[in-house]
């Protein structure tokens, strides 16, 4: 059973529908002990990181996201938002954060060389596979994937990258440490790749 | 680098697709569903609904539709038409839908993007807007204004004011539809998409007109809108999506290649 995680808002629907369409079991649940008696975890989402941590707090599933999950070696997958949450503080509603990935997060730049930058970003951007990962399986480099986001990802460790794109800069696309995997990107509406990768993640052995 | 978007739209009455979509093959072209399938797996980079319906009582069809939709379809899709109250756009969204597209109901309340922004967040808001070239006078500085009702009604707003406004309101993207080009196949009026891509901060879609592949490519390059609707051009089979994509990349304008990928088990 894959557990997503239910923080009252986002889409959380659109992930479990991607899970039933491949086949995999999956359970929207806010409940501690649901999440720890899971196979794996999925913190999907859209949202803003201030209010995410906020209720995450109220339903008193911070530790057991970064003890019972995270650190316990439960598979992981952080979606969008999700991948912000990792890190230790985002510059969103300036928060701290879940903290299992050394880092921050930071706002796209309200212009590139004097030329306005559109924030959020949204569309399907390219990510490139900067260190090969078993979630890419099947996926070619430089595949399109659909995004949504102001701020992305800056992880203390570069090594932590293992994917990047650009918009207007270079930014980290997608995180990886052991059981532990993120993407700023939404699999759930990247078409035939993002179901892949969700797919390759819900097979992964950590 | 940011794709263009290419988004295919869907006219949908009583829970049928109207506006003759008459060359698939092995498609029921009246059915919504098997529509988008066909559109996600030609490479549609996201899809539209308007819902045309008139009366109000048969509008839990379109919601029928959307939970369809969203169950085998893993690429954006929005619905517009009718929506009037957050209630409408949250049934919407909680179906399925990624976004909603507001136009007359903005115009009417324009609180309905702020609150809507707030309840779920601004990427799913699109503002869109009816514009007819009318000319220039005081309270339509560019010329263009905004019309509502299919375009019945004029407003006396102009179209970069309301853009303006919308932005400032909290809506995540702009649909600029020319009621004007709107079925002439002439091409996407470049001008005032091109006068609102470059006065705000968020994605432009440009709608009506589209008849051929230089149309979106103008509307790329010279409009410089974020993303394009797509119709006739499209639901003819005159000019299929792979082949305005291969022609748009011709063009040097950043695409996205769809993928297909084998997704059956090891």
């Known amino acids: 059973m894959i557990a997503i995680v239910d923080y009252k808002a986002g889409n959380l629907t659109s992930v479990q529908r991607a899970l ?93 060389d004097g030329r306005p930058l559109k924030v959020p970003q949204i569309g399907w951007n390219r990510v490139r596979q900067t260190r090969p990962h078993r979630v890419f399986a099947g996926v070619p ?37 052991d059981n532990v995997l993120a993407t700023q990107f939404h699999l759930e509406k990247s078409g035939a790749a993002g179901l892949k990768l969700l797919d390759n993640f819900c097979r992964l052995s950590c | 680098m940011l794709a263009k978007r290419i988004i295919p739209c869907l006219d949908v009455r009583d829970g049928k697709v109207t506006k003759g979509v008459r060359f698939l093959k092995n498609v029921d072209v009246g059915d919504p569903v098997a529509m988008a399938r066909y559109y996600y797996n030609e490479g549609a980079d996201e899809i ?55 136009d007359s109901g903005a115009v009417r309340n324009p609180a309905l993007i702020s609150e809507g922004a707030r309840a779920f967040g601004s990427q799913c808001v699109v503002l869109s807007m009816q514009v007819k070239k009318t000319g ?44 004007d080009r709107d079925g002439t196949k002439l091409g996407y009026d470049l001008e005032i998409t091109r006068r609102i891509s470059e006065a705000v901060s968020i994605p432009v879609i440009a709608s009506g007109g589209a008849g051929e592949p230089a149309h979106l490519r103008d509307a790329f390059t010279i409009g410089l809108a974020d993303a394009a609707i797509v119709a006739s051009i499209v639901h003819y089979g005159e000019h299929p999506i792979p082949a305005l994509k291969s022609y748009l990349k011709r063009n040097g304008v950043e695409i996205r290649d769809a993928v297909t990928l084998d997704l059956t088990p090891p």
């Open chain 1, 141 to 177: 480099d430089n595949t399109h994937f659909y995004f949504v986001n102001s701020y992305y990802p800056i992880p203390d460790d570069p090594s932590m990258a293992i994917a990047a794109s650009d918009y207007g800069i270079p930014f980290t696309a997608a995180v990886a440490r």
């Open chain 1, 20 to 112: 039933e369409f491949l086949g995999h079991q999956s359970e929207i649940t806010d409940r501690a002990e649901r999440i720890v008696a899971a196979d794996r975890v999925i913190l999907p989402g859209v949202g803003a990181a201030g209010a995410t941590m906020e209720n995450l707090r109220a339903l008193g599933l911070v530790e057991v996201l970064r003890d019972d999950v995270a650190r316990a070696g439960k598979p992981f997958l952080g979606i969008c938002i999700g991948i912000q949450l990792l890190l230790d503080r985002s510059e969103e509603g300036d928060v701290d954060c879940l903290g299992i990935i050394a880092g921050r997060v930071v706002r796209y730049p309200r212009s590139i």
């Open chain 2, 136 to 179: 220039a006078r005081p309270d339509v500085p560019t010329g263009y204004e905004v019309v509502i009702d299919g375009g019945r009604r004029p407003t006396g707003r102009d179209a970069l004011a309301w853009s303006l406004e919308g932005e400032r309101l909290g809506a995540g993207e702009l649909c600029i539809n020319s009621i």
């Open chain 2, 48 to 102: 539209v609904f308007y819902d045309i319906t008139a009366s109000n009582e048969r509008r839990g069809i379109m919601l029928d539709v959307v939970r369809a939709v969203a169950r085998e379809i893993f690429i954006p899709f929005s619905v517009g038409g009718g929506l009037r109250t957050l209630e409408d756009m949250r049934s919407v969204l909680l179906a399925g839908a990624e976004k909603v597209s507001i």
